[in-house]
């Protein structure tokens, strides 16, 4: 491999499956490394762009940190993914590494194609691809696994499954985030189940709450984009594919009166059918910075933004096609 070319970590996986929060326990611990990150966002509005720069200031630079919300990474590459970076390797300053935060919707194998690009291929290489699957998910059946024995009589594919199954199609590693909430039996049968889809020689590591060193994530080495035959997945060699099954629209509820009231107004709606995922913003009375709000399944996780944070209230809501939006804003409303 050349040594000029800058190492990239693909971090893939399913919505709420924990990757902003592995970026930022990245980012705090970069031990001087200069990393850059893209982040991607398949909503309107960005959100974990700024959840990423609130912890960036010892490994990045001002510029380095790049959020893409034009739709999926995976079908704007030739329109966002290949002008970003080019910005970032022609920057003054060399960087250590690039990590590309995936959306949960997106599909990596038309990402790892990019790199063929000539201006991307002699400068930068995928280090890995890390795929983080969030453990209480696989066991509350929140995504489907993949049926070796598919009922041919099923009109449809389900979307969430072939988004997830070629995820893993593409892992260099797999992180078991949300561990410590399952017992070990739990995980030793997760574990077995995903390794009966990995392909040979990918790792499975456990993760708590982002505890992964980054010795980890970065230094793999897999040199990925020449491998793109073995991580064909469901989608074979399609360069991009449509989110026709997806929908995704933000949300501005009124100012509530507690962080408390945020929370049940969220867990409402994750209760909605074909919700999948509520994240961004909101407003609390009384209080000069906004909530933080990051919800999936039936759980809600809630902190106040660090003091001076101007971010605008706003939930960005993602789910199935179809989802109803008035029953949506009608359970944000509290």
């Known amino acids: 491999m050349n040594a000029q070319r800058v190492p990239v970590t693909v971090l893939t996986g399913f919505l709420g499956a924990g990757k902003t929060t ?4 990245l980012l705090e611990n970069a031990k001087g490394r200069r990393i850059a990150v893209i982040v991607n966002e398949f909503g309107d509005i960005g959100f974990d762009g700024s959840l990423v720069e609130d912890c960036a200031a010892g490994a990045c630079a001002p510029g380095d940190i790049v959020e893409l919300t034009n739709g999926c990474i995976c079908c704007t590459v030739a329109d966002d993914f290949i002008p970003t970076m080019d910005k970032l390797l022609g920057r003054d300053r060399p960087l250590d590494a690039i990590v590309i935060e995936t959306s949960g919707l997106a599909l990596p194998q038309p990402l790892l194609k990019a790199f063929e690009w000539p201006g991307v291929r002699t400068r930068a290489t995928v280090d890995g691809v890390v795929t983080v699957v969030d ?3 696989l066991d509350e059946g929140r995504i489907p696994e993949h049926d070796p ?6 009109e449809h594919d389900d979307p969430v499954e072939e988004v997830f199954d070629d995820q893993l199609a593409c892992a260099d590693l ?8 399952l017992p070990p039996d739990r995980l030793d049968e997760i574990e077995r189940r995903l390794r009966s889809e990995l392909r040979d020689g990918v790792r499975i590591v456990r993760s708590r709450s982002a505890d992964l060193a980054p010795e980890v994530l970065i230094g ?13 997945g469901h989608h074979g060699d399609e360069e991009e594919h449509d989110h026709d099954d997806f929908d995704s629209f933000v949300v501005r509820p009124p100012a509530m009166d507690s962080a408390d009231a945020v ?5 409402r709606t994750l209760a909605l059918p074909g919700v999948l995922r509520v994240k961004g913003y909101a407003a609390v009375a009384g209080k000069a910075a906004p909530l933080v709000v ?10 106040f933004a660090r003091p001076g944070a101007s971010r605008a209230a706003g939930l960005v809501v993602i789910g199935l096609k179809g989802i109803d939006r ?3 804003e009608a359970a944000l409303a509290g």
């Open 22 to 25: 592995l970026i930022r326990s």
């Open 135 to 137: 453990a209480t998910a």
């Open 149 to 154: 024995t598919p009922d041919p009589a099923r």
């Open 174 to 181: 797999v992180v078991l985030s949300k561990a410590d909430l």
């Open 220 to 232: 793999l080495a897999a040199a990925a984009e020449d491998d793109l035959s073995a991580r064909a």
């Open 263 to 267: 929370r049940n107004s969220v867990l």
């Open 294 to 303: 990051q919800g999936v399944g039936g759980r809600v996780e809630t902190v």
């Open 326 to 328: 008035r029953a949506v």
